[in-house]
């Protein structure tokens, strides 16, 4: 076993490092003004804090699944950093588990997460300027892409280090994001009638269509 035997735990420091610097990050790239903004930015700032916590502060996940680990994968020091790189450890990789599958899959969905993230904010920016609805860039592809964004970055996380405290947080997250898009519906439909009924059916709300097409009929003017 090719792991580093010492603990990296108890390193107060690295988790509010950390939570500061990717709150920081995705702040700069979301730029919430409104409550519902502030609401669904302070959730995801919880969900890191509880990660990064767990990651270099302490592995409350470990110490309670510690019995059941040990039963199942014997041979493991689990209180090393390497092994809360849990999916690693689960399917036998005793490689660097920066270089295991779930990891390289962990950094694809939150690189592209935070890519989606920055990509939304200028022509939400621009169409809140120009008071009109948001349809280009990748709200020309589905209607949520923020909300989209949060989501596939906290499932990466989740895949390089997996705990019960936001495995708990993932589903209650996405719930809420959910709502939330379903209130900016509800306020977009009083802003801008018709078009944005036109929108909801050109475009999806979370999963975008392999095909670019749109409605043949045009849509109104989605100006207020």
């Known amino acids: 076993m090719s792991h580093s035997s010492s603990s990296a735990y108890g ?40 990660l990064f916590t767990e990651m270099y502060g302490f592995p409350l996940t470990i110490y309670l699944t510690l019995p059941w680990l040990q039963r199942y994968f014997p041979g493991v020091n689990w209180l090393t950093h390497d092994s809360g790189h849990l999916l690693e450890e689960m399917i036998g990789w005793r490689a660097n588990p920066h270089f295991g599958p779930f990891h390289i899959l962990s950094d694809i ?72 898009g379903k209130a900016e519906e509800r306020d977009s439909l009083a802003a801008f009638g018709d078009g944005y009924r036109a929108y909801m059916r050109s475009t999806p709300a979370v999963i975008p269509r392999l095909s670019r097409r749109r409605d043949a009929q045009a849509r109104p003017d989605a100006t207020s």
């Open 11 to 50: 390193l107060w420091s690295l988790v509010i490092l950390n939570s500061v610097l990717f709150i920081f990050f995705a702040l700069s790239f979301f730029k919430p003004q409104s409550q519902r903004d502030w609401r669904s930015f302070g959730a995801f700032s919880g969900f890191l804090v509880a």
């Open 109 to 180: 969905l939150i690189g592209g997460g935070f890519w989606l993230l920055a990509a939304s904010w200028p022509p939400l920016y621009r169409a809140q300027k120009e008071h009109r609805l948001a349809d280009t860039g990748p709200y020309a592809r589905i209607r949520h892409p923020q909300y989209v964004a949060f989501v596939v970055i906290m499932f990466g996380f989740l895949l390089q280090w997996p705990t019960l405290i936001t495995l708990a947080l993932f589903p209650i997250l996405v719930f809420m994001y959910w709502r939330l």
